[in-house]
């Protein structure tokens, strides 16, 4: 009977235990190791051999003008790729929101991209944005407009870039805000119908307000998964021409053999921001947005 | 009632319009993957291949040890799913229906889990691997999403949606509770389930970055980094071996989103919506 007490204050332990060990062992220790490390010279061959030196490699990080390229560089990736996605969703949704078979079936083919790996879809946007024999310049040309050098000019590089981002990611955010669009009761629109209300002032007044949740989920998932923007930079154009596409994440790439103390410093800086970032939408979460 | 029609088709070419940007890419990877070299580099571009060039599949293929990468995709993802529905189960069921000292805590936990991205963890979980001896091996690849935290956090939100009551009757016909999760929770929560297990399929099978900085070997890649490592043997020029590798990765997912794209749509939104 007395065993039976104490099984049932360890039973929730036990259950939950698999899992936090997990996510103690692979996310709750590592943030602390990490910001451990970026306190270190490290020596790879011999950790042993690392030596202790401080705020170095912070002091070193903000005094490197490539280091602010690269956090430049992601700001206005995330800055280009959520504008970008809120404004085309929003008017994508706002088109497909009514239950046609024709609705359907372009919101099915939007959201393709998204299951497909990035890794395909920077190689064959790679071919497409190829200057010279790609499918987009020869676009342009037959349009009468100049071709473009998409990745390979430090002008258009970044550009191009969020380009592929936008394609690859809309489609999910068209779903969540036509699912949110045919979630409004249609007796709001018919009152203000009624009231003979402009069909821009409803949408600004009623519409908006009410999807602004979802509006606000996208906005915080897309800004936090901007910032760790990889892969496509790796594959499309390996952080240049020139640094004009090094991000964050791809900075603290370049350094994870080579200087694994200033990498780990970099993480930290990135788990800040990323942090900041979570704080900002778990405190606005419980105030500000309209639920209904 | 004319005005009516010329709009109506107006927005039909559009729709159509938009949709074909979204799905052209693949034709365009699809076409480039079946043309000769010659086809490739004419201008206006090919669309249709003369004569469809299957040998550029075998040759994307026997650049490389694709069998290898193409197992170790198969074994990384089931392990990961597997492992993760044993271990996320319970946990959510306890998160869901049981009062605990430091609950809130632990819980706080999982959602740091769930914000905190592998591009900040990595350096710490491969310095570990390392130590551990486990680099040459899929484990790193496996172990570190042992815990899904999203996973746990919306099979949380499920079973709290599930009355006490059916819970309370199962108790007293002297279910075990080991039994009431296994038996009766899990089999009511299936679209919870699919939903994430549709999602760690997709995230950990077109993964490129982990796989990347944890292995050093071929031995232990999987076909992402198979294809990606395309352009560099097959050199940059040769797109349509580089578009044949990249047609093997894509096509059985475009299958799968083919037959089910109404499931799959469904359990997007549903992740969405919270």
Known sequence: MKNNKVWEILRPYVMIGPAMIGIFLFVIYPMIYLLYLSFFKYNLLNSAMSKYIGFSNYIQIFSREDFYKSLLNTVIYTGGVVTLTMLISLLIAVWLSKRTRMNYIVQAGIFTPHIISIVSVSLVWLWMMEPNLGFLNYVLESLGLPPSQWLQSSKTALFSIIIVSVWHGIGYYVLILVAALQGISPNIYEAAALDNTSKFRVFHRITLPLISPQMFFILIIMTIGSFKVFDTVRIMTGGGPNNATNTLVYYIYGFRTTNIGYAAATGVVLMAIIGILTIIYFWLLSRKVHYQ | ?274
Request: hydrophobic share 55%; glycine share 4%; net charge positive.
């Open chain 2, 1 to 274: 009632m004319k005005k009516y029609n010329i709009w109506l088709s107006l927005d039909y070419i559009l729709k159509a319009a938009v949709l074909l940007s979204f799905v052209f890419p693949f034709i365009w990877m699809i076409s480039t993957s079946l043309q000769t070299f010659e086809e490739t580099i004419k201008i206006p571009p090919t669309i249709f291949p003369s004569s469809p060039q299957w040998i550029n599949f075998v040759d994307a293929m026997s650049s490389g040890p694709f069998v290898t990468y193409a197992k170790n995709s198969v074994i990384i993802t089931s392990s990961i799913i597997i492992i993760q529905f044993l271990v996320m189960i319970p946990a959510a069921y306890a998160f869901a229906k049981y009062d605990f000292a430091g609950k809130k805590i632990l819980f706080g936990m999982v959602l740091i889990a769930f914000m905190m991205p592998g591009q900040v963890t990595f350096i710490p979980i491969y310095l570990m691997m390392a130590d551990w001896g486990l680099i040459k091996t899929l484990v790193p690849q496996i172990l570190p999403f042992m815990s899904n935290a999203f996973g746990i956090f919306l099979l949380r939100q499920y079973f709290m949606q599930i009355p006490e009551e059916i819970i309370e009757a199962a108790r007293l016909d002297n279910a075990s509770e080991f039994k009431i999760v296994w038996k009766i929770m899990t089999p009511m929560a299936k679209p919870a389930l699919a939903t994430i297990a549709l999602f760690s399929f997709v995230s950990h099978w077109n993964d490129y970055f982990w796989p990347l900085v944890m292995t050093d070997t071929n031995e232990v890649r999987p076909l992402t980094l198979g294809i990606a490592m395309l352009k560099q043997s097959e050199g940059i020029s040769n797109w349509h071996i580089i578009m044949a590798g990249n047609v093997v990765l894509v096509v059985p997912i475009l299958i799968v989103y083919l037959l089910c794209s109404k499931h799959i749509v469904k359990a997007f939104v549903y992740s969405g919506i919270k």
